[in-house]
């Protein structure tokens, strides 16, 4: 049971962006996937979301094919993506945001809403509370009830960490979750991400900063110009020549 | 005097529904509608013609909800596959497509003519103003139920949804949510609200000519909720309130300002307004009850 990239291609014109992709993540394991800027990975995760549809190839999750589901349909699956520029909902509190999040509610039809209010409001104070214990786990108690547009820009990656969590997920596609962010708060970033792991929350993380990366993820897949390079633990990784070549351009 | 302000609070009232449906369209799920004049005229239409045919307007203004709303579907399939700015666009399209099928049908509408001799609401009641009083009160009444139906969906978890989709659709998606069924029940309740603010007005001017139904009302609607404060139910009642007294108290300028015939007074009334839009969007871009963030 895992998630299962099998032979994606994507191209853009004459541009391929994706050549024959393929990478799987187990359940419940943190996954890396660096790469140079351009490497094709933040167009492997659109793929793999359902936002944009591939050439080529097959995705599946837990078992189970994705190719005829929309991006909506593959979170409700358990994979919950992030996004490399934060989302969030900027005029909604962090709560808000969260609260939004959160699958099945009867408030979110009008029917529900205009004749089961009790129900939506019990349901309310549920998830209220939910939503409490995830900001308290993210350190986000201060901003809580600000509008998340007002956030810094690591405070809004946390938010969307917030929000995947709200959504069930079996496994989080991160994209960048440090890019931007104060180094203080990477340690913390990192932090949450390992205790979610060690609850059962599978990560694929995509990450430009090979030092972060490798600090995080015990495996690490390696992507260059549109194909992955290489995969393994870290050490045996970085010491690819291959890779030193993608990175710094053959000049070690 | 109290005939007249009576009028100008019949029409502010009707202006007000136009305007809970369009905040509930644009300023909390962020669709651009540009053409709400349209479920305007379908629902002013179809309630002046099925009371022509011996209906209770009980009836026929329920009936104007209805047809407006059922029109409104077929716009939300479609504004689902397009981009913001072309959506703005097909709406806009869909008004005067409705104006020019009003005009041209003429078994049904009677064309340019237009349909004299609309029932009020109220007939038995002598004219005069306890006529317009009683209009009046059951205009309010229906604008007070859409206001606290908007209150509550603001504050519930549609709410929450749709305010989601304004401020980020793809990222909604992200976490398992469609907006398209959200996108379509929220374009069918504001038109329905537009199609019973039509019935009032065909039933309170009891003679409607496609003319009436131009885009200029749908962008009043707009200048109303942005200078009020898009995306707040507040601001559309002050919105339109304001909007309201300026375009009617700028009649009686005119006996002030001298030198400025009527029809002078009627483009510079546009000018001003127009003119208060661009300040609006300048230095006060989240309206008089906005304040962007807080409800």
């Known amino acids: 049971m895992s998630l299962q990239v099998t032979n994606i291609s994507k191209a853009f014109g004459g541009f391929k962006a994706l050549s024959g992709v393929s990478l799987e993540v187990p359940m419940g394991a943190l996954v890396g996937l660096i790469g140079p800027n351009g490497a094709g990975k933040s167009t492997l995760f659109s793929v793999i979301s359902g936002f944009m549809p591939p050439d080529e190839g097959a995705i599946g999750f837990d078992g189970r094919s994705l190719d005829g589901l929309n991006p909506a349909g593959r979170a409700r699956t358990g994979l919950v993506r992030t996004f490399q520029v934060p989302r969030e909902f900027a ?77 069930e997920p079996r ?65 045996a990784v970085l010491a690819d020549a291959r890779v030193r070549e993608a990175y710094l351009g053959g000049a070690v | 005097m109290d005939a007249y302000l009576a009028a100008i609070a019949i029409i ?179 038109s329905a609200l537009a199609g019973i603010a039509g019935a009032f007005y065909a039933h309170y001017i009891t003679y409607i000519v496609p003319d009436q139904f131009i885009p200029l009302v749908t962008f009043y609607v707009w200048m109303a909720i942005i200078i009020g404060g898009v995306g707040r139910v507040s601001g559309a009642i002050v919105g339109t309130g304001l909007l309201m007294l300026f375009l009617e108290g700028s009649r009686f300028l005119r006996d002030i300002v001298p030198g400025v015939s009527e029809v002078e007074m009627a483009s510079l009334r546009i000018g001003v307004v127009g003119l208060l839009l661009v300040l609006f969007t300048i230095y006060r871009p989240q309206g008089l009850m906005g304040d962007f963030t807080k409800r």
Do not use: C
């Open chain 2, 12 to 190: 502010a009232l009707i202006y007000m529904l136009l305007s809970l449906g369009l905040t509930l369209q644009y300023g909390l799920t962020g669709l651009i509608n540009f053409g709400h004049v349209g479920f305007f005229a379908i629902g002013a239409y179809t309630s002046a013609l099925l009371s022509l045919q011996g209906l209770p307007l009980a009836l026929t203004i329920p009936a104007a909800a209805v047809t407006a709303g059922l029109a409104a579907w077929p716009i939300g399939l479609i504004s689902l596959r397009l981009r913001d700015d072309y959506f703005a666009i097909v709406t806009l399209g869909f008004s005067e497509t409705v104006r020019l099928v009003i005009t041209s049908e003429k078994w049904l509408t009677n064309g340019v003519q237009g349909i004299p001799g609309i029932p009020r609401l109220f007939e038995t009641i002598s004219v005069g103003i306890g006529a317009q009083l009683a209009v009046m009160g059951v205009i309010l009444a229906v604008t007070l139920v859409a206001i606290y139906a908007m209150r509550r969906i603001v504050a519930s978890p549609f709410g929450r949804v749709i305010e989601a989709i304004r401020d980020n659709e793809e990222a909604l998606q992200a976490l398992g949510k469609d907006p398209a069924g959200f996108k379509i029940q929220v374009l069918i309740l504001g």
């Open chain 1, 91 to 167: 005029h909604l509190t962090v709560r808000e945001n969260m609260m939004a999040a959160a699958p099945g509610q009867t408030g979110e039809s009008l029917v529900g809403l205009f004749f089961r209010p009790g129900k939506v409001r019990e349901e309310e104070e549920r998830l209220a509370e939910a939503v409490s214990e995830v900001i308290r786990f993210l350190r986000l108690e201060r901003v809580a009830d600000e509008p998340a547009g007002k956030l810094s820009g690591g405070q809004k990656k946390l938010v969307e960490l917030g929000r995947a969590l709200l959504v």
């Open chain 1, 171 to 235: 496994l989080i596609l991160l994209d960048e979750p440090f890019a931007g962010v104060n180094p203080v708060l990477i340690g913390e970033i990192m932090e949450r991400i390992r205790e979610l792991n060690g609850r059962g929350i599978g990560f694929l993380v995509i990450e430009h900063d090979l030092e972060a990366l490798t600090r995080l993820a015990p495996q690490l897949y390696v992507m260059d110009q549109g194909r992955i390079l290489t995969m393994g633990a870290p050490d």
